[in-house]
């Protein structure tokens, strides 16, 4: 089992950027994909990057490719969501979420283990 506890959320200007964190707890990190979903108000929760295991595998959702960075590093238990050029329409909440098997990264179903959320706010 693992615990997910996301961070560097907060309010920014549209084209600037944040970094999110994503400190998981356990000793097997290493063990699980790593996704970055979000949520607005009335809509649904949305893909919006993962990373395999070691980090060989990327996947991004059309919206955010080339502009947001997913990475991790094992040795801190900690995934990473770069993000710059924020647009108004990327305000959220940020979720992490781990799984040891995932065949479909994109779906949220498919991940066991989520985080608390972190608030992006994007004024245009």
């Known amino acids: 089992q693992v615990q997910l506890v996301e961070s560097g959320g907060g309010l920014v200007q549209a084209g600037g950027s944040l970094r999110l964190s994503c400190a998981a707890s356990?000793?097997?990190?290493?063990?699980?994909?790593m996704g970055w979903f979000r949520q607005a108000p009335g809509k649904e929760r949305e893909f919006v990057a993962a990373?395999?295991?070691?980090?060989?595998?990327?996947y991004y959702s059309d919206s955010v490719k080339g502009r947001f960075t997913i990475s991790r590093d094992n040795a801190k238990n900690t995934v990473y969501l770069q993000m710059n050029s924020l647009k108004s329409e990327d305000t959220a909440i940020y979720y992490c979420?781990?799984?040891?098997?995932?065949?479909?990264?994109?779906?949220?179903?498919?991940?066991?283990?989520w985080g608390q959320g972190t608030q992006v706010t994007v004024s245009s």
């Open positions: 979420a781990a799984d040891r098997f995932i065949l479909v990264f994109t779906a949220p179903s498919n991940y066991d283990y």
């Open positions: 990373i395999s295991r070691s980090g060989g595998g990327t």
């Open positions: 356990g000793r097997t990190f290493d063990n699980y994909n």
